[in-house]
Nanobody
Framework: QVQLVESGGGLVQAGESLRLSCAAS????????MAWFRQAPGKEREFIAA????????YYADSVKGRFTISRDSAKNTVYLQMNSLKPDDTAIYSC?????????????????WGQGTQVTVSS
């Protein structure tokens, strides 16, 4: 089992950047595929990015491709989401998720472990 704790959210203006972190504990971090999802008020949970357990495979939603970068640091048991050129539409609660194994999925029901989420608000 793995526990996930996100940090790094906040209030920024459009065009600015934020880096979210997700610290994992309780199990072998290198055995897990990691992902970021977000959910805005009144909207469904949306896949943002995912990274394979060795970091060699990454996937992005079209809405963030070219602006967001997912990465992982196995020494720190942490996965990051670097968000650049933020837009008001990026406002949401961002949550990281983990699933054991090498396969990378983009659907939330394929992930077994979730953090509590961190709020990102982008003002225009």
């Amino acid at each position: 089992q793995v526990q996930l704790v996100e940090s790094g959210g906040g209030l920024v203006q459009a065009g600015e950047s934020l880096r979210l972190s997700c610290a994992a504990s309780g199990s072998t971090f290198g055995s897990y595929t990691m992902a970021w999802f977000r959910q805005a008020p009144g909207k469904e949970r949306e896949f943002i990015a995912a990274i394979g357990w060795r970091g060699e495979t990454t996937y992005y939603a079209d809405s963030v491709k070219g602006r967001f970068t997912i990465s992982r640091d196995s020494a720190k048991n942490t996965v990051y989401l670097q968000m650049n050129s933020l837009k008001p539409d990026d406002t949401a609660i961002y949550s990281c998720a983990a699933r054991r194994g090498a396969l990378v999925f983009r659907t939330f029901y394929d992930y077994d472990y979730w953090g509590q989420g961190t709020q990102v608000t982008v003002s225009s």
